[in-house]
């Protein structure tokens, strides 16, 4: 017998509020709720002929996910950043993008995107648990998309978002994050190879800075797919 199982869902989050890039994986999600409801209006009338009857007229949507908050290697997951980094902001600083899909590349309407208004709750926070967070994440600005292209179909090229420290010398450890990490063949610093790399997450590296110049130091992250695009550095 084929079932389809809970933990098949994969959430990613973005600062980009276009939803058009940027996307990070949400790492150990524990359990996810679309939260889909629709509003029926009563729309009874002398034509429906004695029968009740109701119309949808808006929708209202609030995705809740809730994740063991994670930090490795000193840095916590990026995907888990980007929720996280709505905590008493307003604005635009308060939302971000969220997207939900079938991690098996099965298309239909469970499979939806939106702007979010991030609330966080945290638990399991005793000396021996694992701190839990849960995000309600009610939709806002309008941008509720079901039905969307599910992407993870097709792999892509690594994406670069970020590399810190910045200004270091050879042999510092430089923190890269951004996407599609996993698989990862070659990782170039000013178009020398880095003697040393480790591939935390599919968004995260951790990598030891190797012989150059000062000035600088393009990153170029490479996968089965193809390199990135060049993502400036500055070296000492």
Request: net charge negative.
């Amino acid at each position: 017998m084929s079932v389809l199982l809970a933990r098949r869902y994969r959430i990613d989050a973005t600062t980009d509020l276009t939803l058009a890039s940027g996307w990070l994986e949400v790492k150990r999600i524990t359990d996810f709720d679309p939260n889909v409801n629709p509003n029926v209006e009563d729309a009874t009338a002398y034509d429906t002929n004695g029968v009740s009857a109701g119309e949808i007229t808006m929708m209202d949507a609030a995705p809740t996910l809730t994740f063991l908050s994670a930090i490795v290697t000193a840095v916590r997951d990026p995907g888990q950043s980007i929720i996280l980094g709505t905590t008493g902001q307003f604005d635009v600083a308060a939302r971000c993008g969220l997207r939900w899909y079938d991690r098996n590349g099965l298309a239909g309407r469970d499979n939806g995107s939106a702007i979010v208004l991030p609330t966080l709750k945290r638990a399991q926070t005793g000396v021996k648990n694992l701190e839990s967070v849960t995000a309600t994440c009610p939709v806002t600005d309008g941008t509720l998309n079901l039905g969307i292209t599910n992407p993870g179909t097709a792999p892509t090229v690594p994406i670069i978002l970020t590399a810190t420290p910045s200004g270091l010398g050879v042999g510092g450890l430089l923190t890269i994050t951004g996407s599609a990490f996993t698989g990862t063949t070659a990782l170039t610093i000013g178009g020398v190879a880095t003697p040393s790399r480790v591939v935390e997450s599919d968004n995260l590296i951790v990598c030891a800075l190797p012989a150059g110049s000062a000035g600088s130091a393009p990153i170029i992250v490479t996968n089965a797919v193809g390199a990135s695009a060049s993502f400036p550095y500055t070296r000492t």
